[in-house]
């Protein structure tokens, strides 16, 4: 078991930048794949950034140079830094774990935090 605790979303204006957080404690966190995804009103959840523990990363292609996700792994949290927001960015933004292969999809993650709203203005 994993469980995720996602901080730092907010309302902005556009052009600005959010960094969210996603503390991870449990089961070894370096076992699995971790990764962004949101969901916004009425659209199904999509893949915003995932990565591995050795660095590897895939991106969206609505947020390719604009999101950059890392990790901490001494403390066991992973960083979404999104910068030049838009409206369409505006989502509940969840935290994810598992899965056995580096994927955007969310069907193959099986640990999800709460999740956290980002709201961009124009």
């Known amino acids: 078991q994993v469980q995720l605790v996602e901080s730092g979303g907010g309302s902005v204006q556009a052009g600005g930048s959010l960094r969210l957080s996603c503390a991870a404690s449990?089961?070894?966190?370096?076992?699995?794949?971790m990764g962004w995804f949101r969901q916004a009103p009425g659209k199904e959840r999509e893949g915003v950034a995932v990565s591995d523990s050795d660095g590897l990363t895939v991106y969206a292609d609505s947020v390719k140079g604009r999101f950059t996700v890392s990790e901490d792994n001494g403390k066991n949290t992973l960083y979404l830094q999104m910068t030049s927001l838009k409206p369409e960015d505006t989502a509940v933004y969840y935290c994810a774990a598992g899965g056995r292969v580096l994927s955007l999809n969310y069907l193959r993650y099986n640990y999800w935090g709460q999740g956290t709203q980002v709201t961009v203005s124009s």
């Open positions: 449990g089961n070894t966190y370096s076992r699995y794949y």
